[in-house]
């Protein structure tokens, strides 16, 4: 037999599609029967004004808000059947705009903190697997610029090594989807450059959603760009094609 693998002939998977996504607040419709489809390797930036649906839309995916309507595959699950912990098992990782470590903790006790249960250097059952943990703990942190920090009270990073922190606590659980919301708010320039190098080699490996304000840190990183308002899609597609949308610019950009 000289049959091609299954997969060269199959139409093309996306990673998340989202199809007629609509959540209703007291009749007011947050997000409005909403689809877009995100690659695998792509790195997807959700952009619009206030209130437009951008963290509504994570909420959903990420189970902490249930759908009213629509689907939201990822792989073959789908999410809007699942509780949230259920989701990340399944590898969708969400960050939060602020930090969320644990501030009194080294770097490296934040990161081992976050390595999946079952799989901690104090669950190990010998020294190989602690040598594996230690390992892998080494390298996240030198991914996301924190090797000489793994001994530092995290209190004392500066803001943005705490997000990069936060990333290497996500990252470590290996999802193949990542959430990011508003990554380099408060960020350096020099830690904004960083920070789209480290989103870079993130995807090498899964995809990335990022919801952002800063324009050029859009244009930076982008591979794709769906403008949001109102809960539905305005426009979508390269960054160069929705700033010179006249929509978008009219009510996002333009202000
Ligand atoms: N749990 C909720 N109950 C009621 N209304 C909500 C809830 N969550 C969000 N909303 C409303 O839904 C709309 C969309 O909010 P959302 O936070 O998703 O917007 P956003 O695009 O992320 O805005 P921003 O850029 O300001 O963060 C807003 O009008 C908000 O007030």
Redesign the pocket.
């Known amino acids: 037999m000289n049959a091609l693998p299954a997969t060269e002939h199959a139409p093309k998977e996306f990673v998340l599609e989202v199809e007629a996504l609509t959540?209703s607040?007291?009749g007011?419709k947050?997000?409005d029967d909403l689809s877009f489809y995100v690659d695998e390797n792509e790195i997807r930036v959700?952009i619009?004004?206030?209130?437009?649906?951008?963290?509504?839309?994570?909420?959903l995916i990420c189970g902490r808000?249930k759908a009213s309507h629509g689907s939201i595959r990822f792989r073959d699950r789908e999410l809007t059947r699942m509780k949230e912990h259920e989701i990340v098992h399944a590898g969708v990782g969400r960050k939060f705009?602020n930090p969320t470590i644990y501030e009194e903790l080294t770097v490296f006790e934040n990161l081992e903190l976050s390595i999946p249960r079952g799989r901690t250097v104090f669950g190990a059952l010998g020294f190989r697997r602690d040598q594996a943990v230690l390992d892998r703990i080494e390298e996240i942190a030198e991914f996301v610029f924190l090797k000489d920090h793994l001994k530092t009270p995290s209190a004392i990073l500066s803001h943005g090594q705490k997000q990069w922190l936060e990333i290497g606590m996500l990252l470590i659980q290996d999802p193949s989807l990542m959430m990011l919301?508003?990554p380099v708010a408060g960020m350096s320039v020099g830690e904004r450059v960083k920070t789209a190098e480290l989103l870079n080699n993130i995807i090498k490996d899964r995809s990335v959603i990022v919801?952002e304000?800063d324009m050029k840190f859009v244009e930076d990183i982008a591979h794709r760009v769906t403008v949001?308002h109102q809960?539905k899609v305005l426009s979508e597609g390269s960054m160069e094609h929705v700033k010179n949308d006249p929509k978008v610019v009219e009510v996002y950009l333009g202000h």
Do not use: M, R, S, W
């Open positions: 959540v607040f007291d007011f947050a997000v959700i619009g004004p206030n209130g437009a649906g951008k963290t509504t839309v994570l909420d808000t705009q919301d508003e919801i304000h949001l809960g």
